[in-house]
């Protein structure tokens, strides 16, 4: 009658090991071999505590203890193999209970094989963190949005009222001066318009997607390129500019965002110089806690950052009166900077200059989404 039982037990797709009164294992079924790798030989003769590469098996013993005492079904969670390959169970403990009622004389474990299980709990939390971090992602576009479409719709106004203002004088038949001074002031406001929108668009282009090439750049090309760029501005005043490329001569990165980079905070130094001494610019290289950094240290007017700080890096933010920018150099800069992972800081004094230094996260294949 032993012999069928077996027999019918060692066909279902359950793990079950029977063991006696004092809690050693007496026989084990075929489904049992094939989750833990102990063959019958190998389980039987043996507590729970004596079998190898089971974690856990000791609360699992205090358990089949414990039904034995009591005869009330309980139930453990154990590991079972090597690490990182564990596989995950739950022992189900039942008392073995004889066929005219008497007591147990043994206990029965069923094995719930829970590997899948923990590892979909293991995908699920990690599909909520992605999900989490997308959300935050989310959460910062849209105010880059809310921000952006304020500032345009701000921004576009005043030219377009210009316009609409001196289309209404022209078509009032003025004399031909007043006609050609309304015409001039017409080209002025189309000009400040295209200026407007051109920095728009560039705004939209450093917060989309788009995939562009990476490549190891060196710096001292990008520095020469901007340099012919910007020469009639820096020969004015005999604007001076000096680098050191030595500790780290090029950086794989986006070469038009290092351009840009380069041209926006030359631009700002020149642009922003001390009344009374030629303008300085230092533009150094370096590594620093897995970071490329470009240090670009001026010695010109300075900015009030205890007034200014919260202004710093907004969309058309203008810091100072001086100049016709737009108030996007310090913004764009930062979203390139950021887009792999880069940060940006500034330090600045009134009178003594300002030093910006970017922390650049190099590239390592095409640019993150």
Known sequence: ????????????????????????ITFVNAAFARETGLPAEGATGRRVSELPAFDGA?????????????????????????APAFRHYAVDLVPDVSSDGGPATGAWSVLRNLSELRQSQADLQQSRLLMQDQQAELVKVSGHLETFVYTAAHDLRAPVANLLVLTKLLMGDPGPA????????????????DQTI????????VQSTFHVAVQPVALADVLA????????GMAEGAACIEADFAACPEVTY????LQSIFRNLLGNALQYRAEGRPPVVSVTSGRSGGFVTLAFADNGAGLDLPRLAHKLFQPFSRLTTRGDGK??????????VEKNGGKIRLDSTVGRGTTVTCYLKEYTDS???
């Open 225 to 232: 390129g901007v340099r012919e760029e910007l020469a009639t």
């Open 367 to 369: 640019p993150k989404r």
């Open 198 to 205: 051109r920095g728009l668009v560039e705004v939209l282009e």
């Open 327 to 336: 108030g996007l150099g310090l913004y764009l800069i930062k979203n390139m």
């Open 254 to 257: 986006i070469r038009a965002y």
């Open 1 to 24: 009658m032993e012999d069928r039982s077996h027999t019918l037990l060692n066909t279902l797709p359950v793990a079950m090991a029977r063991h006696d009164g004092d809690g050693v």
């Open 58 to 82: 000791a609360a699992w013993l205090t358990a089949l203890q414990a039904v034995l005492r009591t005869q009330a079904p309980a139930t453990v969670e154990m590991r079972c193999g090597a």
């Open 178 to 193: 007043q006609r050609d001074s309304l015409l001039e002031t017409m080209q002025q406001s189309v000009a400040r318009l």
